[in-house]
């Protein structure tokens, strides 16, 4: 009973160095997210995608690009990370426009620190 | 687009007493408010919803919230706080595109 899976859970970057943030479910959601958490300013969406082969940006896109090759899975990656980039990054899941209740699924989150 | 604010960035009662967190939206129509939990070290998860039906929802673990479209306000109330109920608790609302606009959270601290 997996849900959503964030790898890796943890990661140190220097300055300019480049990650990928894998993010993957297994309840046929088409819906899938990225957001950022940081103290004091809850979770902001990063970027989301509403279905295979589709990307969109959200409230704070910059820096960051995504990949959403196949339906289960969502990327997130930096290509040349910045220190304003250290956070808790969290993936999330949903069904589509049409059976969407609120309900997000989340993953347990990457801890993500840029030196 | 409409948005939450959530006051008290932080919240501290003692074990059995009520435990009150607030929020408030801003909004021209009727929306669409949740409450989410974040246990340490976890993602978030659902605690309840109102989509327009009942202006009193009950969630899990005892949690309820009232809409109140004159205060604009969806408060998040438990007559009994648990030691189990430390955790951060966000406020969201739902906005075009089925996106969820959080609030800033609120961290609960349960005293024995």
């Known amino acids: 009973n997996a849900g959503v899976t964030q790898t890796p859970k943890f990661r140190v970057l220097k300055t300019g160095q480049s990650m990928t943030l894998l993010c993957a479910q297994d309840?046929?959601?088409?819906?899938m997210y990225w957001y950022r958490q940081d103290p004091g300013m809850g979770l902001r969406l990063i970027h989301y995608?509403?279905?295979?082969?589709?990307?969109a940006k959200g409230e704070v896109p910059d820096g960051y690009n995504v990949s959403r090759l196949k339906k289960q899975n969502f990327l997130l990656g930096l290509e040349s990370a910045a220190p304003s980039q250290t956070s808790v990054y969290f993936c999330?899941?949903?069904?589509?426009?049409?059976?969407?209740?609120?309900?997000?699924?989340f993953g347990e989150g990457s801890r993500l620190t840029v030196l | 687009a409409q948005s939450v604010t959530q006051l008290g960035s932080h919240v501290s009662v003692s074990e059995g007493a009520l435990v009150l967190l607030r929020c408030n939206y801003s909004?021209?129509?009727?929306?669409?408010l949740f409450w989410y939990v974040q246990y340490p070290n976890q993602g978030l998860q659902l605690l309840l919803k109102?989509?327009?039906?009942?202006?009193l929802v009950k969630g899990i673990n005892g949690f309820e919230a009232e809409f109140k479209k004159s205060e604009t306000s969806f408060h998040l109330t438990k007559p009994s706080a648990h030691m189990s109920d430390a955790a951060e608790y966000f406020c969201?609302?739902?906005?075009?595109?089925?996106?969820?606009?959080f609030g800033g959270g609120t961290r609960l601290m349960v005293k024995p």
């Open positions: 999330a899941s949903s069904y589509s426009a049409g059976r969407f209740t609120g309900e997000l699924f």
């Open positions: 309840m046929n959601h088409e819906y």
């Open positions: 995608s509403v279905g295979e082969g589709t990307t």
């Open positions: 909004s021209s129509v009727p929306p669409y």
């Open positions: 109102y989509t327009s039906a009942a202006t």
């Open positions: 969201a609302v739902l906005n075009a595109g089925n996106m969820l606009t």
